[in-house]
């Protein structure tokens, strides 16, 4: 069996506050924590985009999450969807703009959030890499 250790990480006092250690099935969820309304959670690529989205607006937190397009589905208020690869190709390097979105929960109700993309300059890529794109959600 696989585990994964889910931690808050207090970025004003410089201390861990709290870990959960779960399997796989459980992993990568906010209501592991016990965070209050205006607290922001960073989080990897992996959480889930509807599940944290449901689970920070329930809670009244914003998220930081580091995602690229193809983990991300967003939606127009009309309900198209918005392709982000050729919205951020047009998009000046070293630049960063707002997007606002909706994004499909399980149940199939919308939730609006506010995209920040960051389109790295070139000269801050390792040699040989790809553009990489930076987003925050809340």
Do not use: W
């Amino acid at each position: 069996m696989m585990y994964v250790c889910d931690f808050a990480y207090d970025f004003l006092e410089g201390k861990t506050e709290q870990v959960e250690i779960t399997d796989h099935h459980d992993a990568e969820s906010l209501r592991h924590f016990r965070l209050q309304k205006g607290d922001i959670a960073v989080l990897d690529a992996g959480y889930p985009v509807p599940t944290t989205v449901e689970e920070a607006d329930t809670q009244g937190i914003d998220v930081v999450r580091r995602s690229t397009e193809s983990h991300l589905r967003l939606e127009t208020e009309s309900g198209q969807v918005i392709n982000l690869k050729e919205q951020l190709k047009r998009q000046a390097y070293g630049k960063t703009r707002r997007i606002e979105a909706y994004v499909k929960m399980k149940d199939g109700t919308r939730r609006r959030v506010s995209l920040i993309a960051h389109r790295r300059a070139v000269r801050d890529l390792p040699p040989g890499t790809r553009t990489q794109t930076e987003t925050v959600e809340s």
